[in-house]
């Protein structure tokens, strides 16, 4: 069986509903799975949102001391590798695609899925050709930063090459997944950079209508035909990634990409007004009030850890200030 899963806290729950429906749409025969990176709530009716709800904790003991060490968008992406592994090795998947929940699906991926027939793992840049050096938002170089692959999606197939993959990239996401790009550090996404180089046969995705985004917009336009969305006129939009995005704004994400506005982009509107309109009916505004049971765990932790800093350094103040044979504060060795 097909499986296609997504990572999310609660309050990206509507999101992850929308996405779920286009997977049910497109692909009937596929598997859906939310690994809820979260406490489930009793008032949340889970069997609704998806064929399974997964909580991380679950099939991760180490989830409270990552939740610790990592904020809520490191923790979710830290543990996609994880859960990648799980559902090669103890479910037994043979084909396995991740999408992030801000995805809606277009057109059923069944050349994505055929794909993973010789391959062991599949990826999508963020960008396929130049962008202009106009002093706009994306450059180039910020593919550099961030990674030229986009972690939003990536597939996998049941296979000693792939877990190769996903072992190594675990590693690195369970010690080093933070939100540091000025040190080349990028949560899972930016390592993936050198995996192509590492794993033999991974495939690197070349079709326009997989993971058009805001960040690629400068390439790619679209149009409508025959009740189907096409890319440039040719290639049919399979999905559509809806990153940063911000009900009822009718907006693009312009923060971080402000080479269009949705009003110089006519070809988006529509796409976007549906987006917006689902999102409202999935409960948006129901779910994006809940703060992650992690979030609430690690801001008890920093407190503590904060609270015990302001007394050392009063008992070191006065340490310093006191005679200068007074022996240190036990705390401080």
Same mark, same amino acid.
């Given at each position: 069986?097909?499986?296609?899963?997504?990572?999310?806290?609660?309050?990206?729950?509507?999101?992850? %509903?929308?996405?779920? =429906?286009?997977?049910?749409?497109?692909?009937?025969?596929?598997?859906?799975?939310?690994?809820?990176?979260?406490?489930?709530?009793?008032?949340?009716?889970?069997?609704?949102?998806?064929?399974?709800?997964?909580?991380? %904790?679950?099939?991760?003991?180490?989830?409270?001391?990552?939740?610790?060490?990592?904020?809520?968008?490191?923790?979710?992406?830290?543990?996609?590798?994880?859960?990648?592994?799980?559902?090669?090795?103890?479910?037994?998947?043979?084909?396995?695609?991740?999408?992030?929940?801000?995805?809606?699906?277009?057109?059923?991926?069944?050349?994505?899925?055929?794909?993973?027939?010789?391959?062991?793992? =599949?990826?999508?840049?963020?960008?396929?050709?130049?962008?202009?050096?106009?002093?706009?938002?994306?450059?180039?170089?910020?593919?550099?930063?961030?990674?030229?692959?986009?972690?939003?999606?990536?597939?996998?197939?049941?296979?000693?090459?792939?877990?190769?993959?996903?072992?190594?990239?675990?590693?690195?996401?369970?010690?080093?997944?933070?939100?540091?790009?000025?040190?080349?550090?990028?949560?899972?996404?930016?390592?993936?950079?050198?995996?192509?180089?590492?794993?033999?046969?991974?495939?690197?995705?070349?079709?326009?209508?997989?993971?058009?985004?805001?960040?690629?917009?400068?390439?790619?336009?679209?149009?409508?035909?025959?009740?189907?969305?096409?890319?440039?006129?040719?290639?049919?939009?399979?999905?559509?990634?809806?990153?940063?995005?911000?009900?009822?704004?009718?907006?693009? #994400?312009?923060?971080?990409?402000?080479?269009?506005?949705?009003?110089?982009? #006519?070809?988006?509107?529509?796409?976007?007004?549906?987006?917006?309109?689902?999102?409202?009916?999935?409960?948006?505004?129901?779910?994006?009030?809940?703060?992650?049971?992690?979030?609430?765990?690690?801001?008890?932790?920093?407190?503590?850890?904060?609270?015990?800093?302001?007394?050392?350094?009063?008992?070191?103040?006065?340490?310093?200030?006191?005679?200068?044979?007074?022996?240190?504060?036990? =705390?401080?060795?």
């Amino acid at each position: 069986m097909k499986t296609i899963f997504t990572i999310c806290s609660n309050n990206y729950l509507a999101q992850a %509903a929308v996405l779920g =429906a286009s997977v049910k749409q497109h692909e009937p025969d596929a598997r859906f799975i939310i690994c809820l990176c979260d406490e489930m709530l009793a008032d949340i009716d889970y069997r609704s949102l998806a064929d399974e709800v997964l909580p991380a %904790a679950d099939i991760e003991p180490q989830m409270p001391a990552l939740a610790l060490k990592y904020n809520i968008v490191e923790l979710n992406t830290c543990i996609k590798p994880r859960v990648l592994e799980y559902l090669l090795e103890e479910r037994q998947a043979a084909k396995v695609l991740y999408l992030d929940p801000d995805i809606r699906l277009y057109q059923p991926l069944t050349d994505v899925f055929a794909v993973l027939d010789n391959a062991p793992v =599949a990826l999508t840049p963020h960008i396929y050709t130049p962008i202009p050096l106009d002093g706009k938002k994306p450059a180039e170089h910020t593919f550099l930063n961030y990674g030229i692959y986009n972690l939003g999606f990536v597939g996998v197939s049941r296979g000693s090459e792939a877990l190769r993959f996903i072992r190594w990239w675990k590693n690195i996401t369970y010690h080093q997944g933070f939100f540091r790009p000025e040190q080349g550090i990028f949560v899972d996404q930016l390592p993936v950079n050198l995996a192509p180089l590492f794993f033999k046969g991974i495939h690197i995705l070349e079709d326009k209508g997989l993971n058009m985004a805001p960040w690629n917009l400068h390439e790619r336009h679209l149009s409508e035909q025959n009740g189907q969305y096409l890319v440039n006129g040719g290639t049919t939009l399979k999905f559509f990634h809806f990153s940063s995005f911000e009900p009822d704004v009718a907006e693009l #994400p312009l923060f971080h990409y402000d080479r269009f506005t949705l009003a110089a982009r #006519p070809d988006l509107q529509q796409l976007y007004a549906d987006y917006n309109s689902h999102i409202k009916k999935a409960g948006y505004f129901t779910f994006s009030g809940h703060e992650s049971a992690y979030t609430a765990l690690r801001n008890a932790h920093l407190k503590h850890e904060k609270r015990f800093a302001v007394k050392l350094m009063k008992k070191l103040r006065a340490w310093r200030q006191g005679p200068r044979n007074q022996v240190p504060p036990a =705390a401080f060795f």
